[in-house]
């Protein structure tokens, strides 16, 4: 079956950086989009990135532009988010989801999300 | 980037009642919208794509509608398990956007 399975909560330091791990498996690879989607504690969803990983394509929302890389291991079928220069205001669950590349439009799995959480 | 206005922000319900959730988008994006529901802890789950395709598994008291700018997320008949907050997204283009949520909550 289809699994999205994220690595473990982190509590970083303000100026810190943290790598989150998105492992995917039950599907093949590269047909998916894999996304990156970010919630604040009591807040909505944000979007901060995706990656194709049939081409290697990488696009990042401007707002994260330059704090955030996407990078992954196709051995591995993980994708890697990592976010520098953190600050209190990262404080979030952040999830990988996945989006059909042929059939578009549907975030259909999601990972379990992992707590980052930013504080002196 | 395409805004996604959802309203309302919440709405208090009770079991059997129909509900519906709008989203307008700040252009048009043909039918390129989801629905999403999620529960306190839970990630996101899928319930609507391509604005009116139901999603496998999703029982049919969900449905959706609309195209251009103007979407509707409908419940026809509240059950317990349906008081979440529910959001759309457009996935019309890059960088997707979310509406900011409604919650649904017993009366």
């Known amino acids: 079956q289809v699994q999205l399975v994220q690595s473990g909560a982190e509590v970083k330091k303000p100026g810190a950086s943290v790598k989150v791990s998105c492992k995917a498996s039950?599907?093949?690879?590269?047909?998916?989009?894999v996304h990156w989607v970010r919630q604040a504690p009591g807040q909505g969803l944000e979007w901060m990135g995706v990656?194709?990983?049939?081409?290697?394509?990488?696009t990042y929302s401007q707002k994260f532009q330059g704090r955030v890389t996407l990078t992954w291991d196709t051995s591995t079928t993980t994708v890697y988010m990592e976010l520098s220069r953190l600050r209190s205001g990262d404080t979030a669950v952040y999830y990988c989801?996945?989006?059909?590349?042929?059939?578009?439009?549907?975030?259909?799995?999601w990972g379990q999300g992992t707590l980052v959480t930013v504080s002196s | 980037d395409i805004q996604m206005t959802q309203s309302p922000s919440s709405v208090s319900a009770s079991v059997g009642d129909r509900v519906t959730i709008t989203c307008r988008a700040s252009?048009?994006?043909?039918?390129?919208v989801a629905w999403y529901q999620q529960k306190p802890g839970k990630a996101p789950n899928l319930l609507i794509y391509?604005?009116?395709t139901l999603q496998k598994g999703v029982p049919s008291r969900f449905s959706g509608s609309g195209s251009g700018k103007d979407f509707t997320l409908t419940i026809s008949s509240l059950l317990p398990e349906d008081f979440a907050t529910y959001y759309c997204?457009?996935?019309?283009?890059?960088?997707?956007?979310f509406g900011q949520g409604t919650k649904l909550e017993i009366k």
């Open positions: 039950g599907y093949t690879f590269s047909n998916y989009y």
């Open positions: 990656l194709d990983p049939s081409d290697g394509r990488l």
């Open positions: 252009q048009g994006i043909s039918s390129w």
């Open positions: 391509a604005a009116s």
């Open positions: 989801t996945r989006e059909g590349i042929i059939v578009a439009g549907s975030n259909d799995h």
């Open positions: 997204q457009q996935t019309d283009s890059l960088p997707r956007t």
